[in-house]
């Protein structure tokens, strides 16, 4: 079962806005309404951001917003800023053998 | 406020097994689930398998089931992840999360990690 694809790199300026792919297939991201992401500074634990494909949890900014069509979930950074540049991953259920997924991992950078 | 704090760092010889624990706090634990992923060095996140810390049933990624085991000690409210038969491709960070009682779904509070060196 292979990982969900992700861009390896997505980068942006401070202000700007970004948007991170996450490609699965009917069994996982398109079948379901169950992905998450998930931000990783190195050296860290990992922070949700996203769940249920659109919904934020308490807590986290609202420069953070999740979308999904068909087999593609999107994470989009609005109004970049330092503090965002860190591995960002989508994750979903599955109904293969493995019952859940990490994407591949996207390293975002703040130019 | 709700916590998971797991062991400290363990080096391993080939063959040999380890076991993580992940103790929780600040929630009940008997109301959710446990999740456990980990990241090789200069990997991403590899789901590992859950557990429900209800019940004790577990799902496990099929590339390890032959290896792992999870288990729940409710009266310490702690969770455990034993890996047998360590390789040196098991080196990395694991960490476990809160997920949901009944499914492997949205890992939510995770643990600080644990370095495991094989």
């Known amino acids: 079962q292979s990982a969900l694809t992700q861009p390896a790199s997505v980068s942006g300026s401070p202000g700007q806005s970004i948007t991170i792919s996450c490609t699965g297939t009917?069994?996982?991201?398109?079948?379901?309404?169950?992905v998450s992401w998930y931000q990783h500074h190195p050296g860290k634990a990992p922070k949700r951001l996203i769940y249920?494909?659109?919904n934020r949890p308490s807590g986290v900014s609202d420069r953070f917003s999740g979308s999904k069509s068909g087999n593609t979930a999107s994470l989009t950074i609005s109004g970049l800023q330092g503090e965002d540049e860190a591995d960002y991953y989508c994750?979903?259920?599955?109904?293969?053998?493995?019952?859940?997924?990490f994407g591949s991992g996207t390293k975002v950078t703040v130019l | 406020q709700v916590q998971l704090v797991q062991s400290g760092t363990e080096v391993k010889k080939p063959g040999a097994s380890v076991k993580v624990s992940c103790k929780a706090s600040?929630?009940?634990?008997?109301?959710?689930?446990i999740t456990w992923v980990r990241q090789a060095p200069g990997q991403g996140l590899e789901w590992m398998g859950w557990?429900?810390?209800?019940?004790?049933?577990?799902n496990y990624a099929q590339k390890l089931q032959d290896r792992v085991t999870m288990t729940t000690d409710t009266s310490t409210s702690t969770a455990y992840m034993e890996l047998r038969s360590l390789r040196s491709d098991d080196t990395a960070m694991y960490y476990c999360?809160?997920?949901?009682?009944?499914?492997?779904?949205?890992?939510?509070?995770w643990g600080q990690g644990t370095t495991v060196t094989v």
């Open positions: 999360a809160r997920d949901l009682i009944a499914v492997a779904r949205s890992p939510d509070v």
């Open positions: 600040g929630y009940t634990f008997i109301h959710y689930g």
């Open positions: 249920d494909v659109g």
């Open positions: 994750g979903s259920y599955s109904s293969a053998s493995t019952p859940y997924v």
């Open positions: 557990i429900s810390a209800y019940n004790g049933n577990t």
């Open positions: 009917s069994s996982d991201v398109g079948g379901y309404g169950y």
